[in-house]
């Protein structure tokens, strides 16, 4: 028998069981069709676990249906809804358009704009800037958007890394949607700030999210540690790799400090709390669209969530 090399992964054992034991309890008491969660750390790029429910054996694939082989968390994308707020918040702090004592109007819970009008789940009047982000305010977005402006939003979104594969070292990824700005129409800069008409992966938003956790630099998220030969010999090593610098240190951790907001009392992450602990979160609730019509559905959503902790000193990031 032919000796082959063998390699060796960052998958933490006990973090994956978690995480896997977590999700699988999760999308069981929300009777969810699925769901994906994904652990690293902000710091490297390391992914740490990467969990899929439904499961199947791969002993005995054939034994469960083909639609749930796929890895989940790197070949599907979903419309990320208010998870996406963090983008345009870290953009309006880099160019300086917002800063945290700025008051929105948020018009009483309806904001009309042309011939659209945009809601809130609760109504709000006047909401400072962290504040919009700590209850979650799509209105408050759209007016942080209007000062953004739909050039500088999409050249933003694209520094993320969304829009594009992060080059994980897993097959199938997807790229996720995001049109060209020229293809926008013009609700799209309102909807967009609220993660609307924009579709991501979760490796993609979890990357994304590590670069407000790791002070302002893209990294490429990797599974492989390294590659070993029959002999011992490592014949690959993955190391940490910087893609690009997307807003400055200073810029993520005012963004920090707001996302730590969300997880404090009244936030919208209150459930993702750790006594003596601050961790930084933000929630998002996406309609899903119909196939059939092209519309958004009521009652039918997906619901995700990204995490990092400590706030201070990230060390890990979880997105579900």
């Known amino acids: 028998q032919a000796a082959v090399a063998t390699a060796s992964a960052h998958i933490d054992k006990t973090i994956q069981y978690i995480a896997e034991r977590e999700l699988a309890g999760a999308v069981l008491k929300t009777h969810a069709k699925s769901g994906v969660a994904v652990v690293l750390d902000p710091r490297t790029g390391e992914i740490l ?89 799509n209105i408050g977005a759209a007016k942080i958007a209007e000062r953004v402006g739909k050039v500088r939003l999409y050249d933003y979104i694209r520094r993320f890394g969304v829009g594009q594969p992060t080059g994980i070292d897993l097959p199938g990824e997807t790229g996720g949607i995001l049109r060209p700005v020229a293809k926008w129409s013009e609700p799209d800069l309102y909807t967009h ?41 490592v014949l690959k090593r993955n190391t940490p790799v910087p893609v690009r610098r997307v807003v400055s240190a200073q810029t993520a951790r005012r963004v920090r400090a707001i996302l730590a907001g969300v997880c404090e009392e009244g936030g919208t992450g209150t459930p993702a709390a750790i006594p003596g602990l601050r961790v930084c979160g ?17 009652g039918r959503y997906v619901s995700s969530f990204v995490g990092f902790f400590p706030a201070e000193s990230p060390r890990l990031l979880i997105a579900v």
Do not use: M
Request: hydrophobic share 35%; glycine share 8%.
């Open 193 to 233: 700030s609220f993660g609307q008409g924009i579709s991501i992966s979760a490796i993609q938003l979890a990357s994304a999210y590590a670069v407000v956790a790791n002070d302002g630099t893209l990294l490429r998220p990797y599974v492989i540690k390294e590659v070993v030969s029959p002999k011992g010999e």
């Open 49 to 137: 676990a990467l969990a899929n429910a439904p499961q199947f054996d791969p002993n005995l694939f054939l034994r469960s249906s083909p639609s749930i082989w796929r890895n989940r968390v790197v070949c599907d994308s979903f419309e990320p809804g208010s998870t996406f707020k963090v983008f345009l918040l870290a953009t309006a702090l880099q160019e300086g358009l917002a800063k945290e004592s700025d008051i929105f109007d948020c018009e009483g819970g309806a904001y009309r704009v042309g011939s659209s009008t945009f809601h809130d789940v609760h109504e709000h009047d006047k909401l400072t800037l962290p504040e919009v982000i700590k209850y979650s305010s």
């Open 282 to 298: 933000k929630t998002g609730t996406a309609q899903k669209v119909d196939a059939a019509t092209g519309r958004y559905q009521n």
